[in-house]
């Protein structure tokens, strides 16, 4: 079946880097995404990465792709107390159309 | 562009009340979804619909309709509510399927609660 993980909880302190990290079941995810939802929001998408690729740089943000063990990360580098928020992995599979599952999102907390 | 745009924001019902919300978005894409998130469980998608007049069931649709009838508007009903519908409910729209245009776009989410 169709499944996405993430770990529920991720802390950190001001200034160091984030690791988020995500599993998915479906191999035939065609693009994976990060999104980001602070309180009282919608989802806002970060970045995306096509899951023929292994790694995509975007500022403070890195995506690695292992597509092998199915596993999804995003590193937040000097992380912001801004980058508080929940963190949602989300997969777009072929499944006869159109179609997105997302992980459970992962809270995270940046301490000053 | 206005994006995604749903109503209302915050909603109370009590259980058996029927109600719709409202979601439209104006960036003319062909793709739109609605999805219920709940603690600790991602979003589940409810219905969607590849264009207009055509709509599909999601993964959790019972208790649930929606219709397609222009591109830009795709509203939620909710047939006969109860406390399990309780819930913050997101739009999403998006372009298509090819490429980096599988993207969606939400809206700011509906706050449901069913009494």
């Known amino acids: 079946g169709e499944d996405v993980e993430q770990s529920l909880f991720l802390s950190v302190r001001e200034g160091d880097s984030s690791v988020i990290n995500c599993t998915y079941t479906d191999s035939s995810s065609t693009y994976l995404y990060w999104y980001k939802q602070e309180p009282g929001a919608g989802l806002q998408l970060l970045t995306y990465i096509f899951s023929n690729m292994d790694m995509k740089q975007d500022q403070r943000l890195t995506v690695l792709l292992n597509k092998k063990d199915k596993h999804l990360s995003l590193r937040i580098a000097d992380t912001q107390t801004g980058d508080s928020a929940i963190y949602f992995c989300a997969e777009s599979i072929r499944a006869g159309g159109f179609k997105t599952i997302f992980g459970a999102g992962t809270r995270l907390f940046v301490k000053a | 562009n206005a994006g995604v745009t749903q109503t209302p924001k915050f909603q109370v019902l009590k259980t058996g009340q029927s109600m719709t919300l409202q979601c439209a978005q104006d960036?003319?894409?062909?793709?739109m979804s609605w999805y219920r998130q709940d603690p600790g469980m991602g979003l589940r998608l409810i219905h969607y619909s590849v264009g207009a007049g055509i709509t599909d069931q999601g993964e959790v649709p019972n208790g649930y309709n929606v219709s397609r009838s222009t591109t830009e508007d795709f509203p939620l009903r909710l047939l006969s509510a109860a406390p399990s519908q309780t819930s913050v409910y997101f739009c999403a729209s998006s372009p298509g399927t090819v490429g980096s245009k599988e993207t969606q776009y939400f809206g700011p989410g509906t706050r449901l609660l069913v009494l």
């Open positions: 960036m003319n894409h062909e793709y």
